[in-house]
């Protein structure tokens, strides 16, 4: 049996499209970058039912409190005004962001992982960081920050300190980024495995590891899609969209 939350599974509607995007990593250092996001919710965002953000919207979120960059929540909640579903999951980098920010946006907070039931279709969402297992040293790392109690004191420092213990970390993150190797910080096999069967899932779609591309994963005797979304550039980007039963990779702007 499946380990389901109550708010770990949703259904999709049969009808209307469905967008998924990841790894935006939204920051005040990067305006042309918000200018992109800001135009795909205005222009193409708006024809699907359902908008999915996997992770890392944000380069950064320090907490609820700080808001570095208003006019992409402007942005979130006149999508939201407009009838549409932005369901937005937590990644390794902005896994702070809380009820606030979702009261702010009108997005709907989703935990990582999640199943996606579409057209009888079990999917798993997930950002991904979860599934890089080789990495030991920032799984210990991810166990620690997402700690309830950890975060709970990291948001009553003063948002100054906080500040300046995000702007270390983004230093020390590069640093060690540059000296792993790249098969530790790809995903693991085993560990895709482990969490289809935990949600008896038939598909997974991820980001986190900046490595687009469709994969095919065997699984007891069977080929189950693994697609793992593009990160964003300042100029362009890529989202998969679902539209009855098609599966498609669209670059924005489209060319």
Not at 9 to 25: K, Q, R, Y
Not at 145 to 157: G, I, K, S, T
Request: hydrophobic residues 45%; aromatic residues 8%.
């Amino acid at each position: 049996m499946p380990i389901l939350g109550l708010r770990s599974v949703d259904t999709a509607p049969a009808a209307g499209e469905i967008l998924f995007i990841s790894d935006l990593h939204l920051s005040p250092r990067r305006p042309l970058l918000t200018r992109l996001f800001i135009d795909f919710l205005e222009q193409r965002a708006p024809a699907a039912a359902r908008l999915f953000i996997l992770g890392d919207l944000f380069d950064a979120w320090i907490g609820d409190d700080d808001n570095p960059l208003p006019e992409v929540l402007g942005a979130l909640w006149r999508f939201k005004a407009e009838h549409r579903q932005c369901l937005l999951m937590r990644g390794n980098r902005d896994f702070l962001l809380g009820r606030g920010f979702a009261r702010a946006t009108g997005c709907r907070l989703i935990p990582d992982p999640f199943l996606l039931r579409l057209n009888d279709e079990p999917i798993l969402l997930m950002h991904g960081d979860l599934l890089c297992t080789d990495d030991l040293a920032y799984q210990r790392f991810r166990r620690r920050v997402r700690n309830p109690l950890v975060q709970r004191l990291f948001l009553w420092l003063p948002l100054s300190k906080r500040r300046r213990i995000a702007a270390q970390y983004r230093q020390r993150s590069g640093e060690a980024m540059a000296t792993k190797p790249d098969a530790i910080m790809d995903v693991n096999e085993d560990a895709i495995r482990r969490q289809l069967r935990r949600f008896s899932a038939r598909r997974l779609i991820h980001g986190h590891t900046h490595r687009p591309g469709d994969h095919l994963l065997q699984l007891d005797g069977q080929p189950l899609p693994r697609q793992v979304l593009a990160d964003w550039r300042d100029d362009a980007a890529e989202l998969l969209s679902y539209r009855a039963g098609v599966w498609r990779r669209e670059p924005w702007p489209a060319k």
